[in-house]
């Protein structure tokens, strides 16, 4: 079974611009989450998707948004980027007959100038 | 809201040595979550421990789930050099949403 893919693996964007980051769960999972990873706060939850709706919300702007289709995949958006959001943002797909275990992919390393 | 605090922030061991991580949650957890990243990795899920009470082994590694379901402990018997890596915890209270501790860096010096 293929795992959780993640594209880009890097991104350099400067202040001001959007970013698109895409995430393909493991087959035959539906709940999609995505975290923020950087060094002083850690794994910070941004939202999870199931189904095609956004369920769980984690404290974070406006700016930062996602999706999902109807094949599961992901997409998280992140508009007026500032320099505090260059981290890693790591994508997890789980199901819940798996007791919500997170399979994370290999993350997009975002960085800001 | 939820918070899941993990102590220490930081331990570094001599190869051989005994190393403990502990997880505090505010609120009651359905289950907690335990997963290692090595470093310039990504998260792995390690094990999930649901009763009240638990003990769950893995080789060199002793999962712990507290009467009160609130906190946990992971403890690793005579670390190797290949426990090098940053150690999570995840409290789960509801369906979906993980609060991830802020994890513990384990450096193991040979």
């Known amino acids: 079974k293929a795992g959780v893919t993640q594209t880009p693996r890097y991104l350099i964007k400067t202040r001001g611009q959007q970013v698109t980051l895409s995430c393909s769960p493991i087959?035959?999972?539906?709940?999609v989450s995505w975290y923020q990873q950087t060094p002083g706060q850690g794994l910070q939850f941004l939202f999870e998707y199931f189904s095609e709706t956004q369920r769980n919300k984690g404290n974070f702007p406006g700016r930062f948004s996602g999706r999902q289709f109807s094949n599961s995949r992901s997409e998280m958006n992140v508009s007026t980027l500032e320099l505090g959001d260059s981290a890693l943002y790591l994508c997890?797909?789980?199901?819940?007959?798996?007791?919500?275990?997170?399979?994370f992919g290999a993350g997009t390393r975002l960085s800001v100038l | 809201g939820q918070q899941v605090m993990q102590i220490p922030q930081y331990q570094h061991v001599q190869e051989g040595e005994d190393f403990t991580t502990y997880c505090n949650s505010s609120t009651t957890l359905s289950n907690i979550q335990w997963y290692k990243q090595r470093p310039g990795g990504h998260p792995v899920f390690l094990i999930q421990l649901v009763k009240s009470g638990e003990v769950k082994k893995q080789k060199r590694l002793t999962f712990q789930f507290g009467e009160a379901k609130k906190n946990s402990s992971l403890h690793i018997t005579a670390t190797q050099t290949t426990d090098v890596g940053t150690y999570f915890c995840?409290?789960?209270?509801?369906?979906?949403?993980?609060?991830f501790g802020q994890g513990t860096e384990l450096s193991v010096k040979p």
């Open positions: 997890a797909s789980s199901s819940p007959s798996g007791g919500y275990i997170q399979y």
């Open positions: 995840a409290g789960d209270n509801q369906g979906g949403k993980l609060i």
């Open positions: 087959s035959g999972h539906r709940s």
